[in-house]
C-alpha cells in the first residue's frame, strides 16, 4: 500500500520503457502505414479491387510511385541520420560533436547525399524509361529522362573512380598540414629549449664568475698578510719563522693574481677559477701566519678556558677591533713600548686614580711615602710626570737636594714604572665584551674557538705577557711580528682573524 503511494520511480519508468519501446516502436510504423494508404486511397489515386489496392489511370500510377519512392527515401534518410549519431554516441561518449558535423550534408559521412540522390534517380528513372510506352511518354520526355540518368550516373561513378586519388591527395594535404603543424610545435620547443640553455649557460657564466671574484678576493686576502710577514718582516724575524718555500708561494700567487685581473668577464673559465683557488690555497700552507701564531702561543699565559693559540688570535682579534687611541695603548701594553706622551690623557686621569697607581709602584711608592699627605703633590708630580722632560724635573726637584733615589738611573727605572701604571689605568676600560664577542664569533666552527672571558681576564693575560721573563726569544719576536701584522691589516680593514680560521689546520 505503501508502495502505490510513493509512485513509480524514475528507474522503474526507464525500465518499463525498455519492455515496451520496441513493440511500441513495431505498432506505430504499422499505424503510420495504414494512415498513409488511407490518405492515398481518400485521393482517390486506387480503386478496390478484389478487396486490394490497385491503380487507377497511368498518370495517377506514376505520381503515386513517385510519392511512395519519396517516402521509402524520406524514411531511408531519417533512419540512416538515426543510427549514425547513435553509432557516434557510443563511439564518442560525452563528446560535442556538432563542431565536427557542421560542415557535412545533413551531417552525414561525405557522398553519402550523393549516394542517395542517385539512388532515387535510378530507381524512379529506370522504371519510367523501361515501362515508357505503358506509361505513354513521349520520345522527347523519355530522352530527357534518359540523359537525366546518364548523366548523374556517369558524374557519380567518375566521382567514385576518381575518388581514389582525391581521398589520397586529400589525406597528403591533411599530413602535410598535420606535419607543418608539428613542425611549427617542434621548431617552437626547439626555441624554448635554446632560450633555457642560453639561461644555463648565463647562469653558469654568472656562477664562474661569482666564484672567481669570490676566489680572488681571497687570494689578495692572503697575499696582504703574507708580503708582510714575508717580505717586510721575514728579514728581521728569527730563522725558521718563515717555513721554506714560502717566498716561492708568494712570487707565484701573485703573477696568478695580476693574471687574473688582466682577464674579461668572457675570457673566465672553469679551469682560471681553479687556478686561482689553487693559488691561494698553496700560499696558506706556506704562509708563515700558522707557523707565528703557534711560536707565539710560548708567552701567552693561561685566559679562561682558551688554548695558548687559540687565546694570541683572541688578543689580536680584540685589537683589531678597538679605536685608533686604544689600538696604540694596546701595542704599547703589549710590547712594553717606551713611553708616548699621546697615549696618556691628562684630563682621563684623577688624582685618586693616581695615587691609586702610585701604589703599585715600589721606587715612587717608597720614595714619596713621606709627601702624599701633602696637598697638591698629586697634581704636583702628575704634571711633571707627563711632560717630555720629566726625569730633568724630578731629578732637580727630588733627586740631588732631597735624596729620595739613590741615582738618578733609579729615578727613571721609578719614572717608568709610574707611567706603565699609569697606562694601564687608563687603558682598563679599553676592551669591551661586545668586542670579544664578535672576535670568537669569527672563530667559531674552528679548532681556535673557546669559551668568551671577560675584560678583565684580557688585561690580566695581557699585563703577564708584557712581564713574563720566561718566554724565549723566538716567541716574543713571533708576538710581535703579529702584533705589527694586525696594525697593516687595520689599514687594509682585513680582519686578522678570517685569515688565522682558513689557515689553522
Not at 478484389?50 to 534518410?77: M, Y
Not at 554516441?89 to 545533413?106: H, V
Not at 716561492?248 to 677559477?273: C, F, M, P, S
Amino acid at each position: 500500500m505503501g508502495q502505490n503511494a510513493r509512485g513509480i520511480s524514475d528507474k522503474e519508468k526507464t525500465a518499463l520503457w525498455e519492455v515496451f519501446k520496441g513493440p511500441l516502436t513495431l505498432i506505430l510504423y504499422g499505424i503510420a502505414g495504414v494512415i498513409v494508404v488511407l490518405a492515398i486511397k481518400a485521393t482517390g489515386l486506387f480503386q478496390d479491387v478484389a478487396g486490394f489496392l490497385t491503380f487507377g489511370k497511368s498518370a495517377e500510377r506514376i505520381a503515386t510511385l513517385v510519392f511512395l519512392v519519396g517516402l521509402g527515401f524520406a524514411a531511408f534518410l531519417w533512419w540512416l541520420c538515426a543510427r549514425y549519431f547513435q553509432l557516434l554516441r557510443e563511439a564518442n561518449p560525452g563528446e560535442n560533436l556538432l563542431s565536427s558535423l557542421k560542415d557535412l550534408p545533413m551531417a552525414l559521412p561525405e557522398g553519402t547525399v550523393r549516394a542517395i540522390i542517385a539512388l532515387i534517380i535510378g530507381v524512379v528513372g529506370l522504371p519510367l524509361l523501361v515501362f515508357s510506352k505503358e506509361l505513354g511518354l513521349s520520345d522527347a520526355i523519355a530522352g530527357y529522362v534518359n540523359g537525366i540518368i546518364i548523366g548523374v550516373f556517369s558524374y557519380y561513378f567518375g566521382t567514385r573512380a576518381n575518388a581514389g586519388d582525391a581521398q589520397t591527395t586529400r589525406q597528403t594535404v591533411k599530413m602535410l598540414d598535420t606535419a607543418q603543424a608539428t613542425n611549427a610545435t617542434l621548431e617552437q620547443k626547439v626555441n624554448e629549449l635554446n632560450g633555457e640553455v642560453e639561461q644555463v649557460d648565463g647562469l653558469k657564466t654568472s656562477l664562474q664568475a661569482s666564484d672567481f671574484d669570490r676566489q680572488t678576493t681571497r687570494l689578495q686576502e692572503q697575499l696582504t698578510q703574507a708580503e708582510v710577514l714575508i717580505d717586510v718582516l721575514g728579514p728581521a724575524l728569527p730563522k725558521g719563522l718563515i717555513p721554506d718555500g714560502a717566498g716561492d708561494a708568494l712570487k707565484t700567487a701573485q703573477q696568478v693574481l695580476e693574471t687574473a685581473r688582466k682577464l674579461k668577464a668572457g675570457e673566465i673559465t672553469g679551469e682560471t677559477v681553479t687556478q686561482v683557488a689553487s693559488a691561494a690555497e698553496t700560499l696558506i700552507g706556506k704562509s708563515p701566519l700558522t707557523a707565528l701564531l703557534k711560536t707565539a702561543a710560548g708567552a701567552m699565559p693561561a685566559l679562561a678556558n682558551l688554548t695558548p693559540a687559540a687565546g694570541v688570535a683572541l688578543l689580536l682579534g680584540v685589537a683589531w677591533r678597538l679605536g685608533s687611541d686604544q689600538y696604540r695603548r694596546w701595542v704599547a701594553r703589549v710590547l712594553d713600548a717606551p713611553y708616548d706622551p699621546q697615549l696618556i690623557s691628562l684630563g682621563l686621569i684623577t688624582p685618586t686614580s693616581a695615587e691609586i697607581a702610585l701604589k703599585d709602584c715600589p721606587i715612587f711608592k717608597k720614595a714619596f711615602a713621606d709627601r702624599l699627605q701633602q696637598p697638591a703633590f698629586i697634581s704636583d708630580l702628575l704634571d711633571a710626570v707627563l711632560r717630555d722632560d720629566a726625569a730633568d724635573r724630578l731629578w732637580a726637584a727630588y733627586g740631588a737636594k732631597s735624596e729620595c733615589f739613590a741615582s738618578r738611573g733609579e729615578l727613571e727605572q721609578g719614572l717608568n714604572e709610574f707611567r706603565g701604571a699609569l697606562l694601564w689605568d687608563q687603558s682598563a676600560s679599553d676592551i669591551s665584551q661586545t668586542q670579544i664577542r664578535e672576535a670568537q664569533a669569527v672563530l667559531a666552527g674552528t679548532p681556535l674557538a673557546g669559551g668568551e672571558p671577560a675584560p678583565e681576564q684580557v688585561n690580566a693575560a695581557l699585563r703577564e705577557i708584557a712581564t713574563n721573563s720566561n718566554a724565549s726569544d723566538e716567541q716574543r719576536s713571533a708576538l710581535q711580528a703579529l702584533v705589527l701584522l694586525v696594525g697593516s691589516l687595520r689599514q687594509a680593514k682585513l680582519d686578522p682573524l678570517k685569515l688565522i680560521a682558513e689557515g689553522w689546520k
